[in-house]
């Protein structure tokens, strides 16, 4: 037994030393993985060269006018219409609360989704986001109506600007 076990440790030691100090090609792959650093500009990078043009302050535009339309199609969605209308431009075709209530009230739940690149504009003091948008209500009946067309926000170049939605051109879509 003890002529079998000394042979045996030394077979186990042999296989260790092996495995241990043996580089194989995938740990080269991932050595060389570890050493790629990320930079800010990596964060931002697309696969559609219109978008690879795009600066980062446009991308940051882009997001904050996002924000702005998913809150805006979340409170109606939530039936809060305030929220929604304090989001529109007072110089935009909201009209009153009490239409602009009545005409949000049917819905009970609303998908927003951003469907084409969005586009920025920074002229007269002001930025201006043009987001291509669908969206899809759910009414209080159980049907659903979905809308195509875009919302146009604008925000003053001031450091405390917000984006408020001037204009929601949006056709609906045929049943």
Request: glycine share 6%; proline share 2%.
């Amino acid at each position: 037994m003890k002529k079998l076990m000394i042979p045996a440790l030394f077979v186990l030691g042999l296989s260790f030393y092996s495995c241990g100090n043996r580089a194989t090609d995938n740990d080269e792959v991932k050595i060389k993985q570890q050493d790629e650093h990320t930079t800010e500009e990596d964060m931002f990078q697309t696969s559609s060269g219109a978008e690879d043009e795009m600066s980062r302050e446009d991308m940051v535009e882009i997001a904050e006018a996002k924000e702005i339309v998913n809150d805006y199609y979340g409170a109606i969605g939530r039936s809060q219409p305030r929220a929604a209308y304090d989001l529109m431009d007072a110089k935009s075709s909201r009209g009153t609360f009490s239409e602009f209530s009545e005409q949000q009230s049917k819905y009970e739940d609303v998908k927003v989704n951003f469907t084409d690149d969005a586009t920025v504009n920074k002229s007269g003091g002001n930025y201006t986001v043009t987001l291509p948008i669908r969206y899809t209500g759910m009414t209080s009946q159980g049907s659903s109506e979905s809308y195509t067309g875009k919302a146009i926000l604008k925000k003053p170049d001031t450091e405390d600007g917000k984006y408020t939605i001037s204009s929601l051109d949006v056709n609906r879509e045929d049943s």
